[in-house]
């Protein structure tokens, strides 16, 4: 069993920082691409930030700049460090990751979510 577990989120004013993190555990035998989806009230899940293996990244438009995506390989772990924050970033964070699980196979999973709230 894989489980993603998250971390970070909380109330921050506009232009403070959080730093998010979502860790893998169980039985893992390498993690391809992470990722960050973000989904705010009435609108749909979209794509924040993923970085693959090898360390390369991809932002959305609106958080270049402000956000950045790191990965501890040796920790199974992801990172979302957010600087400048704007109201306009409340949502619920997922982190995302595929993983093998079986030499063979590889699984997508999802994390919890955690709630980031920009506000004044």
């Known amino acids: 069993q894989v489980q993603l577990v998250e971390s970070g989120g909380g109330l921050v004013q506009p232009g403070g920082s959080l730093r998010l993190s979502c860790a893998a555990s169980?039985?893992?035998?390498?993690?391809?691409?992470m990722d960050w989806y973000r989904q705010a009230p009435g609108k749909q899940r979209e794509l924040v930030a993923t970085?693959?293996?090898?360390?390369?990244?991809n932002y959305a438009d609106s958080v270049k700049g402000r956000f950045t995506i790191s990965r501890d390989n040796a920790k199974n772990t992801v990172y979302l460090q957010m600087n400048n924050l704007e109201p306009e970033d409340t949502a619920v964070y997922y982190c995302?990751?595929?993983?093998?699980?079986?030499?063979?196979?590889?699984?997508?999973?999802w994390g919890q979510g955690t709630q980031v709230t920009v506000s004044s």
């Open positions: 970085i693959n293996s090898g360390g390369s990244t």
């Open positions: 169980g039985r893992i035998i390498n993690i391809n691409a």
């Open positions: 995302n990751a595929d993983i093998r699980i079986k030499v063979l196979e590889i699984r997508r999973y």
